[in-house]
């Protein structure tokens, strides 16, 4: 008998294994950690992470220590988009182009304080990938409010009521700065993220990625439900993956069952799993479905 | 103004650079409070364990199946919820 040919090894999770260390400062269930692996499956070591002020600057641990076998630039809170501008105009200078550099920044950093160097680098079109982790919240000092926490949600800046406004919708600023790519992604959905992310890769200048991050301390929920409660955003339509280049929106793969409403579960299933969503009314889930219904609206008609 | 307000000489600058290191927030292993308990028999090898573990401390290969790094593993349950065929059940650490 002839020596047996060796399984293919998929790159989800052999390329996971080597870059993100055990026994970092995230708390059980985190999903900072989850996306970081997806990012080491695709760049390895040679990647750069531009990190402002945020859990992630806690996760990765303090000096002289670092969770990750890659790279990590610590910078001021609103300073991502400007800070990794300039290492990778460095790089090209330098004639390095075998590293990527990537702000990985959170809601805070990326849709509130963050916004005008985001702003600034996408409209110069640097070469390098801006990912927003949305974990909805200033976690890092609270759970505080972000413009981007969605309607209805408690937080600590909204303990009523909830929040009173929808979600400021970051993706959608980036497509309309005109850049060569902007996807959504969930870490629910490594496979997508890692195709996203190897797109990206290819594509010179600009690319903004928004990914859906749930946070088990700041949403209220079992930290075993990570995975499920970012799967369940998307099956009830609530956070629709999709690519947006050369002028198009291409729904992926995991989102595409759900152009079709009937086909999508109750947004409830998404809410109850959550604390932060306790007291919501029977009002406010109507108008969360109608918030679902105007999203998808808007995605067929760039499709 | 004789002393002038730029260093022309090199400054060497002793850059306080951290380094990778596993455990940076100790053996994380200790937070938990329940144990995830793999059934390899049951195991059917998808590796969505693996993939989700926010840990990275679970290793899935085709012949020895399921292994988890104890030291590390943070109890949250994410690789129990995620299985497919319900071979990872959590208990409760005495
Ligand atoms: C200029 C400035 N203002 C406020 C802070 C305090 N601060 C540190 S992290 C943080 C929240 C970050 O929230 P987000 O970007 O959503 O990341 P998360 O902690 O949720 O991961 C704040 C307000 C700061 N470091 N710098
Ligand atoms: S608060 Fe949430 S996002 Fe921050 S480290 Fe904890 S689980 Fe992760
Ligand atoms: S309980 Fe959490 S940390 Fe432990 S192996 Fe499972 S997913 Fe990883
Ligand atoms: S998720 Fe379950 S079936 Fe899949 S590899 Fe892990 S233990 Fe085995
Ligand atoms: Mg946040």
Known sequence: MGESKPRPRPPLPYNMRDVVLPGDAACPGCPIPMGWKVLSAVFGEKMILVIPASCSSVVVGAYPGNSLKASVVHVAFASAGAVASGITEALRRRGINDVQVIAW????????????????????????????????????TGIQRSSSTPYGAW??????????EHKKDVAKIMIAHGVPYVATASVAYPHDFYAKLQ????????????????????????????????????????????????????????????????????????????????????????????????????????? | MSKSMVRLEPIKYHVPLARPKQGVAG????????????????????????????????????????????????????CSDVCPVNAIRMVPEE
């Open chain 1, 155 to 164: 937080t600590t800046t909204t303990p009523i009521i909830g929040k009173t």
């Open chain 1, 199 to 303: 797109r990206a890769k290819r594509i010179h200048g600009f690319k903004f990625i928004h990914l859906h991050a749930p946070c088990p301390v700041g949403w209220r929920f079992d930290p075993k439900y990570t995975a499920r409660i970012a799967r369940l955003a998307v099956e009830t339509g609530l956070w629709v993956l999709y690519e947006y280049y050369d002028g198009k929106l291409r729904l992926s793969g995991p989102s595409r069952p759900y152009l079709d409403p009937s086909k999508r579960k109750p947004v409830e299933e998404y809410l109850k799993l959550q604390g932060r969503f306790k007291r919501l009314t029977p009002e406010k889930i109507e108008e969360i479905k109608k918030y679902v219904e105007w999203n998808w609206e808007w995605v067929k008609r760039h499709m």
């Open chain 1, 105 to 140: 920044a959170g809601d805070g950093g990326t849709a509130d304080i963050g916004m005008a160097s985001l702003s600034g680098a996408a409209e110069r079109n640097h070469d390098f990938i801006y990912i927003m982790y949305d974990n909805e919240a200033y976690m890092n």
């Open chain 2, 27 to 78: 053996k994380t292993g200790f937070w938990r409070t329940e144990k995830p308990i793999v059934d390899n028999e049951k195991c059917i090898r998808c590796y969505l364990c693996e993939i989700y573990c926010p840990v990275n401390v679970i290793r899935v290969e085709p012949e020895t199946g399921v292994t988890i790094d104890y030291d590390y593993c943070k109890g949250c349950g994410v």
